[in-house]
């Protein structure tokens, strides 16, 4: 049971949530660049919260699958059809066998995560033609499409271009007009964007001194300030250890936002503090689990009630 890359697109990626604690070894985490969308996900057709799904970007990939499963597509607006109908966000689907899956426009966002209940075997970019096994079996068999009729509040990813930070490390090393510069004025994501780093286009910034620093740590969210006095957010697939002063990190709360910013969007920092920071990363992964166990609920009394048509 399967489903088989009709087309590819451009970055389409199995992916996974990162490989922690071997950053030490030089090992970067990796794994997917928003997870709240990804998470989310998994949550509508009831898998664990970190199951390995498909990262699409645009242009994207098509999808034929095989064998009736059950999907959701959360994240970006790439206008998602079956067979020719139009996909909702953020609600569990009961694709039919030999559905073919298309994103054929984007509408806001930059990035799309397709679960499939049970999951998939393999990582890594996908190929044409390329055939992806379902880690288990699903149990399902209809020849039609079911949109069910509940979906999941995405409020936390919202598109506002307000991003809070704390400040790093070298947070001092910028100058006062610099430190205004940043926390006040908004910013561009340049076209040089991608699962390493996010640039951002503005007036240089100015530091008091100008001795290096020693290559230090840094992590997804971390922002460097690069000799030209432009900046660089760092992303998913981030280097394990950098020698830039490290001025400021987006919140974990934030990061998914901002990984679904496009080339040409605005960006505004917010200062804030590590406690308030920590208290919104719990208040979003309660509404995650709150998702979770809703969907579960919901999915095991559809299936229940529809066992023999299904």
């Not at 996900?41 to 242009?59: Q, R």
């Not at 300030?225 to 709360?253: E, F, K």
């Not at 166990?293 to 299936?303: A, D, G, P, V």
Request: charged share 20%; net charge positive; proline share 5%.
């Amino acid at each position: 049971m399967s489903l088989i890359i009709h087309k590819v697109g451009i970055l389409d990626t199995i992916q996974h949530f990162g490989m922690k604690g071997l950053q030490s070894k030089g090992i970067r985490p990796g794994g997917v660049m928003d997870q709240f969308s990804a998470s989310i996900a998994n949550a509508l057709v009831g898998n664990k919260l970190n199951e390995d799904l498909l990262e699409i970007h645009f242009p994207a990939c098509e999808i034929i699958f095989t064998k009736s499963c059950l999907i959701s597509i959360v994240g970006a607006h790439f206008s998602a059809k079956l067979n020719e109908k139009y996909l909702p966000l953020n609600r569990p689907i009961l694709v039919p066998t030999n559905g073919k899956l298309q994103f054929v426009a984007p509408k806001s966002g930059r990035i799309v995560y397709l679960a499939i209940q049970g999951g998939l075997l393999g990582q890594g970019r996908l190929i044409k033609n390329s055939e992806i096994a379902f880690k288990k079996k699903p149990k399902l068999n209809t020849s039609s499409l079911h949109i069910f009729p509940w979906s999941a509040d995405v409020h936390w990813q919202k598109y506002s271009p307000e991003i809070h930070v704390i400040q790093g490390r070298e947070w001092e090393r910028l100058n006062e007009e610099s430190q205004r510069q940043f926390c006040c004025k908004p910013f561009k994501l340049s076209h040089h964007a991608d699962r390493m780093g996010y640039r951002l286009q503005h007036q240089p910034f100015h530091t008091r001194t100008k001795e290096e620093i020693i290559s230090s740590a840094v992590t997804f969210g971390t922002i460097q300030l690069l000799p030209n006095g432009q900046t660089i957010v760092l992303m998913a697939d981030h280097q394990t250890t950098g020698g830039y002063p490290r001025i400021a990190h987006v919140i974990s709360a934030d990061l998914p936002k901002l990984a679904q910013k496009s080339p040409g969007d605005e960006v505004i920092f917010h200062l804030t503090d590590q406690e308030t920071a920590e208290k919104e990363w719990v208040a979003q992964q309660k509404h995650i689990r709150q998702i979770q166990n809703i969907s579960q609920l919901k999915l095991n009394e559809f299936f229940q009630k529809n066992s023999n048509q299904l």
